[in-house]
């Protein structure tokens, strides 16, 4: 077995760009931060590469199953013999298909910033940040320990907030950098709930070694967790469904998805790798990692199932209304996270019925390119056209041909049509919810019908509708440096679809048979074609049919585009509920109570040290009588009561 | 007095002690402060000179104790004369509440 | 009632009253006129006690040189026939109090205890016994604090002169 020590390099190198970049880049590496972020990161890419390589291709398998190979460890904090936070790598299948989708979408994106950001005054920051993002992402993939996945965690979301907020004078951006930034430690309080609750009761806070003892229904911490109860759900079931709460909060699940639409405020690129390939898809990589105690608690799973396809299914409504393009690529993202979690919801462990997971881990894998690139293709668009929204655009097609050829592949990937990508990846999702779940089945099939609708809807109103306006074209389709990422990234969304995966990622190590059934593909194929044409009809040319189309639709058209209300719900929530009730309140014994004891401290101290000063007024004669007072009660003292 | 007069000189030298004492509180001029002290030393003077005449007679310890405070009183008095005559040419009164420079 | 002891009485007297009188006057010459009185009286005391030495010291030293060299610094600070200023009321009280409070207590402690005299034992002092003891080497000499005095007057002596010293140009930096 080959040593996996060097894989400690492939988090490592962002983190040292980041040091780098982010003392000396203002003032040394002004332009030339982008070249050396980017060579740093393709150095971790091919370090990535070879560990797949190494990993699935030569010596990962022992007797046909993939091993767990824990390639560093270290305990930095021990809180009791079996509790501690160890610091540590963890090979396995999913955490090295993660480090490659994770550094080959960084190394697009930083490639694509080179020209995007061109320009920017922050320009070593942005690329520091950049890092920073990279470096945490890798952590937490790679994390042995749960305590260790939680603080990556969080330095995922500061990296985040970091980068949405990147253009900090515009309100907006610094709004939504907020939004995030709360709405995914509100959800992280979740998480820590759980983490306790699992190290108590599993009695240690290491991932493989939790795994071991509460999957065996005879270990006594298993026994000791699903015997305790707390309002009617055992333990085990509320340590992991806070966890997942944690999960959903980063994935951007119903009921807290609320931030992922407003994320976009922040630079394209930065969209693309973050909100499309890997920090949403977070969420389910937790999920994935803890799926053995998960198999082993059905009302987990089954919360779960339901949030998953009832944030994919509220999504692809959401996305059908909106006219803001990183906004509909957004919902489509929240969307496809959905498929995700409900087939990792609707999966059991090992063999044929762990199909689910395998499906999961293969769209988290095909989606991670083509909506990095559908992200990048928009970033190019919105580069041309200076505006976000589809009024402005139109007719792109003869003025951006690489772009719309690479923006056709990805849409052609996410609608599930063959041999793209993404009809692999979906088909097996559909197939998994087929066996276990026909409602699921049904709201996921009618679910992709809607992703192809309003890809499409995106596609022709960007592209075709109508003749392009007379923009400024001096800087047409963008820089070298923003067509080769696009030209990898459709080699890719077609490519990928073709790899065996189910031999390579399983829920159990051991690789699964799974063949296309033409009959069962012949069903959301073919819905997927009404759609497209349903989109071409409407939107191929300008006409008044859309707008006919919302008045039919009338009061659910609104709720739609005005995103169901649910961000006013929120806002209702937090400016007459919280903000009064509790924080005032809070706010106000912190500052008189709390405060004011620290500070009358100070001023009590203050006043009895001016009267004790008092004493010394510079008059012999008052010192004498003070002496001659002390010798009085010293005497009276030793003579009267202490003989 | 079946004891002898020891304690009367005793009560002599308490007394005179306690009245230099009142005139150490009260006084405000410096140089009848000094004038209270020379009291005080005076009378512990006379207490020494009881003791040893009349415990330890064998005995002139408490004699020469009182020697040498007589000496040493001489040459303190002549250095706070030598103080307070500075002092006056400072602050041109010689009254002890006008020279509190040494307060908070 | 013997008369030395009637005589004793008197003594106690003039000290007392002169040192009240010392310590109350208003008029600072009268005060230093008082103290003469006091230390004169004291002296006479210890002509009861039959230690002449110290008497003629006390006259010597405390009388002819402490209370001149007061004399002295009145006339060179300040009008002596001038009324001093009064103490306040509350001073007053205060030390009253404390010093009444302080003697009675001590008075009670003296009063109360058995000395231990024993009136046969005599003791006779004559100046060559204490000029021999003074100069000795021996265990009860006392040749280390005669010298260390002398020492101790010197230093006396300079510091007068340094403190005392009218500051003009040329002796600023001392």
Redesign the interface.
């Known amino acids: 077995m080959s040593n996996y020590a060097y894989v400690l390099w492939i988090p490592l190198l962002p983190l040292l760009t980041f040091v780098v970049l982010g003392i000396f880049g203002r003032k040394y590496f002004k332009t030339s931060a982008g070249i050396i972020g980017t060579a740093s990161l393709l150095a971790a890419a091919v370090l990535s590469f070879n560990t797949a390589y190494h990993y699935f291709l030569v010596d990962g398998k022992v007797n046909g199953v993939f091993q767990k190979i824990i390639a560093l460890q270290y305990t930095w904090l021990s809180f009791s013999p079996g509790v501690s936070v160890d610091m540590g790598i963890v090979i396995d299948p999913i955490s090295v298909m993660m480090l490659v989708v994770v550094t080959s979408v960084s190394l697009m994106v930083h490639l694509f910033s080179l020209g995007y950001m061109k320009g920017e005054e922050r320009f070593a920051t942005y690329y520091a940040f950049l890092s920073l993002f990279t470096f945490s992402m890798l952590g937490l993939i790679l994390s042995v320990n749960i305590f260790q996945v939680y603080i990556f965690w969080e330095l995922v979301g500061a990296s985040s907030f970091l980068l949405i907020g990147y253009y900090f004078s515009k309100p907006s951006a610094v709004a939504a950098a907020k939004k995030a930034f709360i709405v995914t430690r509100f959800a992280d309080l979740g998480f820590l709930m759980g983490i306790l609750i699992l190290g108590f009761y599993g009695g240690t806070l290491d991932i493989g070694l939790l795994i071991q003892k509460l999957t065996s229904t005879t270990s006594p911490e298993f026994i000791n967790m699903t015997s305790a109860s707390f309002l009617g759900a055992s333990m085990l079931t509320w340590g992991l469904t806070l966890v997942f709460m944690g999960g959903a909060g980063k994935s951007a699940m119903f009921p807290l998805h609320i931030w992922l639409p407003d994320a976009m405020e922040g630079p394209t690129p930065v969209s693309a790798l973050i909100h499309a390939a890997t920090m949403v898809v977070a969420g389910v990589y937790l999920v994935a990692r803890l799926f053995p105690i998960f198999s082993m608690d059905p009302t987990s799973l089954t919360i779960v199932t339901y949030v998953g396809a009832f944030s994919a299914f509220l999504a692809a409504v959401i996305a059908c209304t909106q006219t803001d393009i990183k906004r509909v690529l957004a919902y489509s993202t929240m969307s496809q996270i959905g498929y995700m979690m409900f087939a990792l919801g609707i999966s059991k462990q090992g063999g044929e019925e762990g199909l689910g997971y395998m499906a999961s881990m293969f769209h988290l894998f095909t989606h991670a390119f083509f909506k990095s690139l559908l992200f990048l293709g928009a970033g190019a668009v919105i580069h041309m056209v200076h505006s976000n929204e589809m009024k402005d655009m139109g007719g792109l097609r003869k003025l951006m041909p690489i772009t719309h050829l690479s923006f056709l592949i990805a849409c052609l990937a996410i609608a599930g049509i063959p041999p793209f990508a993404g009809f692999f990846s979906k088909e097996e999702i559909l197939m998994a919810a087929f066996h276990s779940n026909k409602i699921i089945y049904g709201v996921a099939l009618f679910t992709a019908a809607m992703t192809s609708f309003y890809m499409f809807r995106l596609y022709f109103s960007i592209f075709w509708s109508k003749e392009a306006a007379h923009h400024d074209h001096h800087h047409g389709e963008g820089t070298w440096s923003m067509k080769l990422p696009l030209v990898i990234l459709s080699i890719c969304a077609v490519g990928v679809g073709m790899i065996p995966f189910s031999s390579f990622v399983t829920s159990d190590g051991v690789a699964l048979e799974t063949h296309t059934d033409l009959m069962f593909s012949l069903a959301p194929v073919s819905l997927t074609i009404i759609a497209i044409s349903l989109a071409a009809y409407l939107y191929k040319t300008q006409n008044q049919k859309p707008d006919q189309f919302a008045t039919a639709w009338g009061g659910i058209y609104k709720a739609a585009y005005k995103k169901f209300y649910i961000d006013e719900v929120y806002l209702f929530i937090t400016k007459k509920i919280i903000f009064p009730l509790i924080g005032q309140p809070i706010a106000w014994v912190d500052k008189n109570i709390v405060d004011g004891f620290v500070q009358s401290s100070a001023t009590v101290t203050a006043k009895i040290s001016s009267s004790i ?2 004493l ?6 008052s010192y ?2 003070y002496f ?1 007072g002390g010798i009085i009660a010293l005497s009276l003292l030793f003579i009267y009561i202490w003989k | ?1 079946s ?10 030298s ?3 002690f ?12 410096m ?6 002290i ?2 005080m030393l ?1 009378s512990v ?2 207490n020494f ?2 003791f ?4 330890f ?5 408490g ?2 104790f ?3 405070i ?10 706070a ?6 002092l ?2 400072s602050h041109q009164s ?4 006008d ?6 | 009632m013997d008369i030395s ?1 009637i005589i ?2 008197a003594i ?1 007297a003039c ?2 009253g002169a ?2 009188l ?3 006057s208003t008029k ?1 010459f009268r ?2 006129i008082y ?1 003469l009185f ?2 004169v009286s ?1 002296a006479a ?2 002509f009861w ?3 002449e ?2 008497a003629a ?2 006259i010597v ?2 009388v002819g ?2 209370v001149v ?2 004399i ?3 006339f ?3 009008q002596s026939g001038k009324e ?2 009064k ?1 306040s009321v509350g ?2 009280l ?3 109090g ?3 409070f ?2 009675l207590f ?2 009670n402690i ?2 109360h205890y058995s ?3 024993n ?1 046969g ?3 006779t ?1 004559t100046v060559d ?2 000029g021999r ?2 100069l000795s080497t021996t265990e ?1 000499g ?1 040749i280390l ?1 005669f010298e260390v ?1 002398s020492m ?2 010197l230093a ?2 300079i ?3 340094v ?2 010293l ?1 500051r003009t140009e040329k002796t600023l930096d001392i």
């Open positions: 000063k008092g010394q007024s510079g008059k012999i004669q004498t009588l001659f | 007095m004891q002898g007069p020891l304690i009367p000189i005793l009560l002599v308490t007394g005179l306690f009245i230099g004492m009142y005139g150490l509180f009260t006084r405000r001029n140089i009848t402060l000094l004038m209270a020379e009291l005076n003077n006379i000179v009881a040893n005449k009349y415990l007679p064998e005995k002139l310890n004699l020469f009182s020697l040498f007589i000496t040493i009183a001489a040459a303190e008095a002549a250095v004369i030598a103080i307070i005559i500075n006056y040419r010689i009254d002890v509440d020279a509190t420079e040494m307060k908070y | 002891t004793l009485y106690a000290i007392l040192g009240i010392a310590v109350t600072i005060a230093a103290l006091s230390l004291i005391l210890y006690m039959q230690v030495f110290i010291i006390q030293v405390y040189g402490i060299l007061i002295f610094s009145i060179l600070t300040q001093m200023a103490p001073k007053i205060a030390s009253l404390a010093a009444l302080g003697f001590t008075a003296i009063t000395w231990g005299e009136p034992r005599i003791f002092v016994q204490i003891e003074m009860h006392y604090p005095i101790l007057l006396a002596m510091g007068c002169i403190i005392a009218k």
